[in-house]
């Protein structure tokens, strides 16, 4: 089955930078688009940026800053890369992946931004 682990959130001071990291399985990920995605408190989920495995497309939402989306096929892992971080940008992150025509996520890890 689809698994998605995300890690690399915490406290970070504004101006900050994240790294986050998602680890898959259960599905091909050389030829799977993966997305990111956030929640901030309160709001709904939004797309971030997503992927594609295959063919290196990558489609960032420039509106939520300049985040930088990569991924390692050796590793199965997606990254997700945002310096200058600003209190706006406090979120749970999750990874995703859609397959069997449903939109999988992992558990999230949590970014806050504040000093």
């Known amino acids: 089955q689809v698994q998605l682990v995300e890690s690399g959130g915490g406290l970070v001071q504004p101006g900050g930078s994240l790294r986050l990291s998602c680890v898959a399985s259960?599905?091909?990920?050389?030829?799977?688009?993966l997305y990111w995605y956030r929640q901030p408190p309160g709001k709904q989920r939004e797309m971030v940026a997503s992927?594609?495995?295959?063919?290196?497309?990558r489609d960032v939402d420039s509106a939520k800053g300049r985040f930088t989306i990569s991924r390692d096929n050796s590793l199965n892992t997606v990254y997700l890369q945002k310096d200058n971080l600003k209190p706006e940008d406090t979120a749970v992150y999750y990874c995703?992946?859609?397959?069997?025509?449903?939109?999988?996520y992992g558990q999230g890890t949590q970014v806050v931004v504040s000093s």
């Open positions: 995703g992946v859609f397959k069997s025509a449903q939109m999988h």
């Open positions: 259960g599905f091909t990920f050389s030829t799977a688009i």
């Open positions: 992927i594609n495995s295959a063919t290196d497309s």
